[in-house]
């Protein structure tokens, strides 16, 4: 198993409570976690296998420090990796902007060569728009939603996992 690198950030710390659940399910040695505030574009040429984690704010906006290095990682190459997303949302409250985070980094990632893994099913959300439906059916990464389905989230991060093995991203 080749190690990657998990970038996230976190206004509220749900965000970074998701990772802590990920690094113990995937365990330390195959994986490194980063805070994208103290993000450099450098970092992500460092592995060949990204995790990147976010959350969605208000209207359809990237989490604050994904918002600040969003210029930067526009520009970075992915060519050749093989990239996984996770993200949390409110599928009540923000309804029309369900996890529009995980779309917005995704179209990057898809537009600068890199291979997006770890799509997950819309069913089983209640949600009225997404940029984060990437193709029809399907988010560009697993979808998380802390305020109104926690008691799904263990579950769901573990089949997201085993998905992520299954599609090889870890070969």
């Known amino acids: 198993m080749k190690k990657a690198g998990l970038i996230w950030g976190s206004d509220t ?15 330390t040695k195959n994986i490194d976690s980063y805070n994208v505030f103290d993000g450099q574009v450098a970092l992500f040429a460092q592995y060949d296998r990204l995790i990147l984690g976010l959350s969605t704010w208000y209207d359809g906006e990237l989490q604050s420090d994904w918002d600040e290095f969003f210029e930067q990682f526009k520009l970075i190459d992915f060519t050749g ?15 029309e902007y369900f996890v529009d985070g995980i779309g917005i980094i995704g179209e990057v990632v898809v537009e600068n060569g890199g291979q997006l893994l770890g799509k997950w099913k819309t069913d089983g959300y209640q949600y009225e728009a997404s940029k984060g439906e990437f193709d029809a059916g399907f988010f560009a990464g697993l979808a998380i939603d802390e305020d109104n389905q926690p008691e799904l989230t263990d579950e769901r991060l573990e089949q997201w996992i085993h998905l992520l093995e299954k599609e090889g991203f870890w070969d």
């Open 13 to 27: 710390g749900m965000t970074e409570e998701i990772v802590t659940v990920l690094v113990d399910l995937i365990g």
């Open 81 to 95: 990796k093989k990239i996984a997303i996770f993200g949390l949302g409110d599928q009540e409250g923000y309804a």
